[in-house]
């Protein structure tokens, strides 16, 4: 996956899910040297670094709207 198709405010799915399995999608909410993502099931919030998140990433579901 390209490291520069995914923006703030997509939902994606990640490799593995949440814990809480309420839900397998997060939405970004926080772009820089590292992505913050928020688990759309139980709010949880998640940071990691971007070449880390780019390597969890399975797909984008849904596209923010610019």
């Not at 909410?29 to 998640?46: L, N, Q, S, Y």
């Amino acid at each position: 996956m390209d490291n520069k198709d995914f923006n703030l405010g997509d939902i994606v799915q990640m490799k593995k899910d949440h814990p809480c399995k309420k839900s397998q999608y997060f939405k970004i909410v926080r772009m820089g040297a590292d992505i913050k993502i928020k688990c759309e099931g139980c709010g949880a919030v998640i940071m990691m670094p971007r070449h880390e998140f780019a390597k969890k990433l399975k797909k984008i579901i849904e596209r923010s709207e610019d």
